[in-house]
């Protein structure tokens, strides 16, 4: 599990953005979202890196939690 501070993520249609940027990269990813933190954990294949790409690719900017 990985996870990520996304201090510019704040609503569902950021949520649903990250959601569709990561599972693009790996359809099997499995994600929990902590809006009141603004981190989500990633369950995933990928490494943290193309994780981090993903969600870079959505608009956001992650940083390693």
């Known amino acids: 599990m ?3 501070s996304v201090p510019d993520m704040s609503c ?3 949520k649903a953005k990250i959601e569709d940027a990561v599972l693009d990269a790996d359809e099997g990813a499995v994600m929990e979202f902590d ?9 995933s294949t990928l ?3 193309a ?6 690719g959505a608009g956001f900017s992650p940083r390693a939690a």
């Open 2 to 4: 990985t996870r990520f």
């Open 12 to 14: 569902g249609h950021c």
């Open 35 to 43: 809006f009141e933190k603004r981190e989500v954990e990633v369950d």
């Open 51 to 56: 994780l981090e790409a993903a969600i870079k």
């Open 47 to 49: 490494d943290p890196v």
